[in-house]
């Protein structure tokens, strides 16, 4: 059984950071890919940074290049995502995502291309 839990999500100010952690379990080894999302309240879910195992590419929404980088501890079975430079409107409940497999880069930002999701956590940057 594969679950995704996230944590590190809260309360900070413009300009800020944050680190969200995603623990996983269930995933097979080898290929995977792991990906984080967000969504507000009336709004369609967004992508925000993805990561592919075998060769370690990454990918991010632009409205977070230069201020977000999503990581990888395997010995902890963890996936992270660093938030630097917060903004007002990265306002969102942060969803971390994986498939058991390598997904095709332009099929990084969809959400359908992947078969797990975690519960979310709430970041909220006041102004």
């Known amino acids: 059984q594969v679950q995704l839990v996230e944590s590190g999500g809260g309360l900070v100010q413009a300009g800020g950071s944050l680190r969200l952690v995603c623990a996983y379990s269930g995933l097979t080894d080898g290929a995977r890919t792991m990906g984080w999302f967000r969504q507000t309240a009336g709004k369609e879910r967004e992508f925000v940074a993805a990561?592919?195992?075998?060769?370690?590419?990454?990918s991010y929404a632009d409205s977070v290049k230069g201020r977000f980088t999503i990581s990888r501890d395997n010995a902890k079975n963890t996936v992270y995502l660093q938030m630097n430079n917060l903004k007002p409107e990265d306002t969102a409940v942060y969803y971390c995502a994986g498939r058991n497999s390598q997904i095709i880069l332009s099929a990084l930002a969809s959400g359908n291309s992947y078969a797990y999701w975690g519960q979310g956590t709430q970041v909220t940057v006041s102004s």
């Open positions: 990561l592919r195992w075998r060769g370690g590419s990454t």
